[in-house]
């Protein structure tokens, strides 16, 4: 599969079939999947450019949307984070049957309510993953598995976030860093509400030092 050879896939996940776009550049050794965050956007612009970003440093992606059509329109759906976490986990069983992807070491990479769905997925469920990145997340809404993980996580916050910046500070105060391992930094987001240079270089510098094979 070349670089650019991005396929779109139908993943079996529990009782639905999800949309998901799958790109593995030859030399990916690990791949990160991207957890939608925004409730209800497909393939939301923020997500989509933090993966091109990523297999530009040699990562594969998955982008994957957790909710079918029909329940993107449902609003107790879009708001069911146990729904969407158990779905991300189904999602690497998933991954777990594919000939290309079965041994390769993966992360989650969760924007906004993303990332707390990224959390329960890790310390609820048999996620598989082996690193967590979040960006511009509710912490608050997943604040008890951010507490029980103990897989390596980054939470990045954008500084004029400052409701973020509160629970961000509030949850870190309140865990053992050595134990659990999370670090939580400050980070930019372009003033286009994309990522910046710095939340990819950053995301990436984790998840090459923990997704090493």
Known sequence: MNHRSAR??????????????????P????LIVL??????IRYASRETEVAAALRDR??????????????????DCRF???????????????LDRQHR???????????????????RAVSHHDSESRAVVGVDGRVDLGADALAATTIPTLLLVDTDQAHLMRSHTEAYDDLDESAHRHV??????????????????????????HLSP
């Open 184 to 209: 939580v930094l400050r980070s930019v987001v372009g003033a286009d509400g994309t990522a910046s240079t710095d939340v990819v270089a950053l995301a990436s510098d984790w998840f090459r030092t």
């Open 80 to 94: 069911a984070i146990d729904l969407h976490a158990s779905r991300l986990a189904g999602v690497t069983d998933w």
């Open 8 to 25: 779109a896939v139908k993943l079996r996940v529990e009782d639905a079939t999800l949309d998901g776009r799958l790109t593995i550049p």
């Open 35 to 40: 957890v939608n965050g925004q409730w209800g």
């Open 27 to 30: 030399e990916a050794t690990a």
């Open 101 to 119: 992807t079965a041994d390769m070491p993966r992360g989650f990479l969760g924007v906004g309510p993303g990332v707390a769905t990224a959390l």
């Open 58 to 75: 040699g990562f594969g992606t998955l982008l994957v949307e957790l909710l079918t059509p029909e329940e993107d329109g449902d609003r």
